[in-house]
């Protein structure tokens, strides 16, 4: 009898180790994904569950992709994209971060406009070109 009760305290004793100790992170995962390539350009997007969209690939991105998204959080743009398309992000409240490297070298008009959470942005010094109201109404 006395070896049930010390079994079920150490039971209960491990049960509450392991109910207590931190989860570990896990992995974001791929809730929607696509092409956003212009006219042929070789360029895919993927969103993820935490809200993180990740452009990729090279060349050039179509014109109002993800205008008026409010499941965007943040935006990751990786090296061999060339532009942010005309309208691109629009009014897309949530996000609030952006990344953009080297080879975007043109950010066209309105591509942030509106976006009144973005409170952190990441612009290389290979962008020479902004467009007009590219960034109108940011706020944040």
């Not at 931190?22 to 070789?42: F, H, K, L």
């Not at 532009?83 to 975007?104: G, K, Q, Y």
């Not at 591509?111 to 020479?128: E, H, K, Q, R």
Request: charged fraction near 15%.
């Amino acid at each position: 009898m006395k070896k049930l009760g010390m079994l079920l305290i150490a039971f209960a004793l491990v049960a509450l180790c392991l109910f207590l100790l931190p989860t570990q992170a896990r992995a974001a995962e791929i809730v929607s994904q696509g092409n956003c390539g212009y006219n042929g350009d070789n360029l895919r997007w993927t969103l993820d569950n935490e809200g993180t969209l990740t452009i990729s690939g090279t060349g050039r991105m179509a014109p109002s992709i993800w205008k008026n998204s409010d499941l965007i959080k943040k935006v990751v743009i990786e090296e061999g994209v060339t532009d942010i398309s005309t309208s691109a992000f629009e009014n897309c409240d949530s996000l609030t971060s952006v990344t953009i490297p080297a080879s975007v070298t043109a950010i066209y008009t309105n591509a942030f406009y509106g976006c009144d959470g973005l409170t952190s942005i990441t612009i290389s010094n290979g962008v020479t070109e902004i467009g007009n109201n590219a960034f109108h109404g940011c706020s944040g």
